[in-house]
């Protein structure tokens, strides 16, 4: 597997494997990540893990560069050698979710731009497990991949101002919950009642790189209490 190191500013590293994103990928990422905590503890101010890359950051005057990029490159070419037992993955996180139109202002345009049933979206969209490959945009917002292909929808034109905290978005081939109010541009399909972000809890995001996610449909009355039980 191809990789390259380089600079990331002028106080960071970034690794990049010329590879699709994969499950398989990720993990030998997060691996790279953990040794790299061990290795550079008093250096990092933080370390992300994207679809096909890891970037460090450090402290100023703390590390050799040139020694770090040798690290880097000695771990990745080992990580390339070594595989992933797909079979080997973490408890999966079970997300209820109302699929309604009114929390989904999007569900009924989506069926009817798919020919296909609300039933038939909610079976495709709950049917299958999704792979958490990167945070961003806001925090606690986690990439899920991949959605069934009659479910692949083209983003706004226009991103919504207001986005809600808790609705279930689909882009591409992509899903999400949205953490808090944001604007978004991302197709609404739902709306989950669990908290996702909150500096109160430790750690602060419900998902996070690495994830296994599975989105179980919840009646009307189930999600009011699960709402009113926050």
Known sequence: MRFEVGPAGDLGLRLMFAASPAPALTHKLLSIQKAAQQQFANSLTDSVVGYSTLTLFYRPLTLERNRATE?????????????????????????????HPSVAPDLEWIAD???????AIINLHCGADYFAYATGFAPGFCYLGE??????????????????AGAVAIADRQTAVYPCESPGGWRLIGSCPTTLFSLNSAPAARLSVGDTVRFQPVSEADYQSLRNAL
């Open 71 to 99: 690290w880097l490159m000695e771990q990745a070419e080992a990580a390339s050698s070594f595989d992933i037992d797909p079979a080997s993955r973490d408890e999966i996180i079970v997300l209820p979710v109302l699929y």
């Open 113 to 119: 731009s798919k020919s296909l049933s609300i039933d």
């Open 147 to 164: 959605i069934p292909q009659q479910l692949a929808t083209p983003r706004l034109g226009a991103p919504r101002p207001l986005v809600p």
